[in-house]
């Protein structure tokens, strides 16, 4: 059964930096993109970032831009959340997400990782 594994979140003061990993394992067959998703308390899942395998293509929410960046190391299989300037509007639970749109199409969650801005 493939697996994402998140790691790296906590509790950082405003204006500090956090960066997420996300590890997958034993996918039989590569994802098309790569995303970070979260959601904080009494709100939706919303999208933060996705990188598109093959061409390294980014796209990221409005709220992010600028201080987040997102990156994959494909060796390692791992993707990275890089948050810098953090907001305690961007504390939630950050998921990682591998989507595949060909056959045989999946889509993969992991646990999700705490992140807490508060001073």
């Known amino acids: 059964q493939a697996q994402l594994v998140e790691s790296g979140g906590g509790l950082v003061q405003p204006g500090g930096s956090l960066r997420l990993s996300c590890v997958a394992s034993r996918f039989t067959f590569s994802s098309d993109v790569m995303s970070w998703y979260r959601q904080a308390p009494g709100k939706e899942r919303e999208l933060v970032a996705a990188i598109w395998s093959t061409s390294g293509d980014t796209i990221y929410a409005d709220s992010v831009k600028g201080r987040f960046t997102i990156s994959s190391d494909n060796g390692k299989m791992t993707v990275y959340l890089q948050m810098n300037i953090l907001k305690p509007e961007d504390t939630a639970v950050y998921f990682c997400?591998?989507?595949?749109?060909?056959?045989?199409?999946?889509?993969?969650w992991g646990q999700g990782t705490q992140v807490t801005v508060s001073s």
């Open positions: 997400n591998a989507n595949r749109g060909r056959i045989p199409k999946y889509n993969y």
